[in-house]
């Protein structure tokens, strides 16, 4: 129940770009195309997976053991940077097909905070899901991760669709381009501000 | 380009938020006041000079590879001093801001400033360049929150004028999208040259 | 750029940066510790001090379950006795938990209460900290002659217009306060029916209307 209950709130309750405002830039910026748009989106679901995953145990076994909070913001993307590198030169070398088609967007994730965002929740923020607030475990961490990515990828990818549209159609010369995309979004978070209070 | 034109250059030319299109995440999410607008625009700006100064005195003997990261760093590590100061001396203002100061260290236009003007300028001149877009990331926050506050809250810079409420919708999230989305319809009408 | 991007360069480079840069921050960590643990405890002594009577001693923290989950209470102490608790209540709101200290006296009557944060919805469920009726009426809640819940559940709360579910679980969270005051003292909980019908993390909305 529990679980449910968090992959439902991270992807549609608590959208991380229609309620969270994270990820912004590359949402606006990837979104033109639905192929375009589904390459980030896998892109940054494997990021802030596998980001999550390391920073909560850089923070629990390093950060806090030895009273380094103050750090965590430099630490956390640090890791981040190095961890897309790494991601980049691995998938390089054992999947070319895969880097070709995630390749362009790996650079520009280290920037999207999005990853840096969900790393610093997972840590800090007082979850409350239906339970006492508590700390995370790590499972339900990386969990939480993952549905938070997954719902980023709904955004992105219902967004892609309707901009694909939108291109077509006769658009006032003062609204073309991220004018008109923003007030679509804001149709779209009203849309999902109707899922609030399910959880 | 002259040191009045550096500051003044953010407000209209090269707006952050209007013409450049940079750092949307905190201008969507923490303008839900003016004064909230404000915070954050000032947060911004502390850093922006700061890590600007810093970066364009370092770039000299930074090898060319690692650029990327050492500046990272230098930005992360005045956003946390930003973080620890905020938590001494304005409580309020950390809390209602939150997550939003440690990003700044993935707000574009920080790492964008050190990239494209701290890296070949002189000290001096990306303080000013700092200071120049800080100050146009800041106006355009205020106003932002500003229009939100008056249509959601029915107040201004906290000031209630409407015994009610407001149109809570401008509050919430799908408010920052449309009012911000408007807002550059009127800057593209009116202001920028075609 | 004038120096070159060899191996040695570029260690030697980062090494100095992420050293100078600790370093710096160490430095600002030490100079702030202090006046952030004091803004900290003065934001405490001020929420614990707006739901007790004045006068007396207050306790140090203690800690106990609150509601099914870990929290802490101060009791006040006047001529050698206890005369009222502080209680933190955490419970799950409309749009996050919902976090108050409520101030108990030991006749079960709640002093006060204040929110000590909130993730309730702007202008709706966030009244719960700005709404003059929705907080005056916890000022002398006697919870011997009145019920802890909402009217529409039967109880004796007045919700904020159009935000019940964050009404009800301001009700909860000062009933579980309160319970756990009356546990102390040894006496039996309030009138359990109330709290039934309330349970925790499952608000229901109510219909068609936007209701929080």
Redesign the interface.
Known sequence: MEILLIIVSAIFVNNIVLAQFLGICPYLGVSNKLSTATGMSAAVCFVITLATLVTYLLNKYLLLPFGLEFLQTIAFILVIAALVQMVEIVLKKVSPSLYQALGIFLPLITTNCAVLGVAINVVTKEFTFGLPSHMLGLGEAVLYAFATSLGYGLAMVLFAGLREHLALSDVPKAFRGVPIALITVGILAMAFMGFSGIA | MSKFQLITKGLVKDNPTFVL?????PT??TT?SAVNGLSMGLATLFVLVLSNMAISA?????????????Y???I??F???L???M???T?DIY?TLG?FI??I????IV?GRAEAFA?KNSVVDSALDGLGVGIGFTVSLTVIGLVREIL??GSAFGWKFLSG??M??F????????V???L???F??FIAKK | MAVQSNFRNMVLCLTAVCLVCSALLAGVYAMTKDPIDKTNAEILRASIGAVLPEGGELSEAKDAEIGGQASEYYVLMRDGSPAAYAVKSTVVGFGGPLALMVGVTTDGIVYNTSVLSHQETPGLGAKCNTDAKFMGQWQGFDTNSKVLAVTKDGGDVDAITASTITSRAYALAVKNAVDFVRSLAGAAPTDGASGASVPAGAPKNDGGQIDE
């Open positions: 299109l940079l750092g949307m995440c969507l999410a839900t370092i770039a000299p003997v930074v090898p060319d590879k690692v650029h990327i990261p050492v990272i760093v230098v992360a590590t956003v946390t001093i973080q620890l100061l938590q001494a001396y409580p809390v997550l440690p990003l260290v993935v707000n574009c790492l890296c959601g809250s409420d407001g809570l919708a509050v919430m999230a799908p408010g920052a999208f449309l911000l989305g408007y550059m319809v009127l593209n009408k």
